[in-house]
């Protein structure tokens, strides 16, 4: 039912920017479904970045995050997005979009179980 594509990922050096985007093919209204990124090294459990609510107005990080990366979105291409800012060596990861279909707007989840489709991953690698 829902489709998730991510790009962006791509190999940096430390401090530097890069924007990730979730693109959403689904029948089901994208301004009804809230959105999140979470990211998994090998040998770890996969982590919570950054999530949000159906029209945007609501947002929650993680603290290894705040203030260096931005999730946003626009309903309009239905379109996710990850700015992320500052980029250090333990960002390096296989980023990853995922799709929350829960009925009614709610605050944004930290729980992978939360949500119900993933897309495949985009790999972001951050160089010292």
């Known amino acids: 039912q829902v489709h998730l594509v991510e790009s962006g990922g791509g190999l940096v050096q430390v401090e530097d920017s890069l924007r990730l985007s979730c693109e959403y093919v689904?029948?089901?209204?994208?301004?009804?479904?809230?959105m999140g990124w979470f990211r998994q090294t090998p040998g770890k459990e996969r982590e919570f970045v950054a999530g949000i609510s159906w029209s945007g107005g609501l947002t929650l990080y993680a603290d290894s995050v705040k203030g260096r990366f931005t999730i946003s979105r626009d309903n309009g291409p239905n379109t996710v997005y990850l700015q992320m800012n500052s980029l250090k060596p333990e960002d390096t990861a296989v980023y990853y979009c995922?799709?929350?279909?829960?009925?009614?707007?709610?605050?944004?989840?930290?729980?992978?179980?939360?949500?119900?489709?993933w897309g495949q991953g985009t790999q972001v690698t951050v160089s010292s």
């Open positions: 689904g029948r089901r209204p994208f301004s009804s479904t809230a």
């Open positions: 995922a799709a929350d279909t829960f009925s009614f707007e709610r605050l944004p989840k930290d729980q992978a179980a939360s949500y119900d489709f």
